[in-house]
């Protein structure tokens, strides 16, 4: 089956610019995760959907991060404007029910890479 | 609130030798352990994961990790490395139902010949 899906692979941005990020996750997954990794730290969530709804979006600055999940299916993340410390990965996941169980596994795309100049 | 403690930065081993790579948690119930690996350029990839049940798991690539809730440890090994092994480990927790997983901040693993 096709993995996780994500564009750009690489960008490159001045700080006050915006950038969005693409995934497809794979099909017949419910639930989609937005992660941030800075470089030597491990990975940190964002924003998780349920379908198209938002199940967690504590940690999402959301005075210059957005994201959606039109559809239940691909999604976009947002930065606007960006700022020096945006510099990261960012990282899709999706899995099938969203359950931290046995059974569900998240399965990672392989990232965008972002630098803010 | 739950957190991963992975004490070492950077590791290196020769080809053919064993490797442990140490993860601590902290959590107040029985946690869900997760061990990822990714390589360069690469997502993360579900190496192995602990809900209950037998201590030691066993995962993909002859990896495997024991739980020990006493030492709040979730180590990983492997009895030979490739060179092919070579990559960060990240270790993570979850809480359960849709509880979001805490990540450590990884151990890179070098190998030489």
């Known amino acids: 089956e096709a993995g996780v899906a994500q564009s750009p692979r690489y960008k490159i941005i001045e700080k006050r610019q915006s950038v969005a990020f693409w995934c497809n996750p794979i099909s017949g997954h419910a639930t989609l995760y937005w992660y941030q990794q800075i470089l030597g730290q491990g990975p940190k969530l964002l924003i998780q959907f349920q379908n198209n709804g938002v199940v967690d979006d504590s940690q999402l600055p959301k005075d210059r991060f957005s994201a959606e999940r039109l559809k239940g299916v691909d999604s976009t993340l947002k930065i606007q404007p960006a700022k020096l410390e945006d510099s990261a990965v960012y990282l899709c996941?999706?899995?099938?029910?969203?359950?931290?169980?046995?059974?569900?596994?998240?399965?990672f795309g392989p990232g965008t890479r972002l630098t803010v100049l | 609130a739950q957190s991963v403690t992975q004490p070492d930065i950077h590791i290196t081993v020769s080809e053919g030798a064993s490797l442990e790579l140490r993860c601590n948690y902290s959590y107040g119930a029985t946690p869900y352990l997760f061990w990822y690996v990714q390589s360069p350029g690469q997502g993360l990839q579900l190496l192995l994961k602990?809900?209950?049940?037998?201590?030691l798991v066993q995962g993909i690539k002859g990896f495997e990790a024991e739980f020990k809730r006493s030492q709040s440890s979730f180590n990983l090994r492997k009895p030979s490395v490739h060179w092919s092994d070579a990559a960060e480990y990240f270790c993570a927790v979850g809480a359960g139902g849709n509880e979001k997983l805490t990540f450590g901040t990884g151990t890179r693993l070098t190998i030489i010949p």
């Open positions: 996941a999706s899995s099938w029910m969203g359950l931290t169980s046995f059974a569900d596994t998240q399965y």
């Open positions: 602990y809900f209950s049940g037998d201590t």
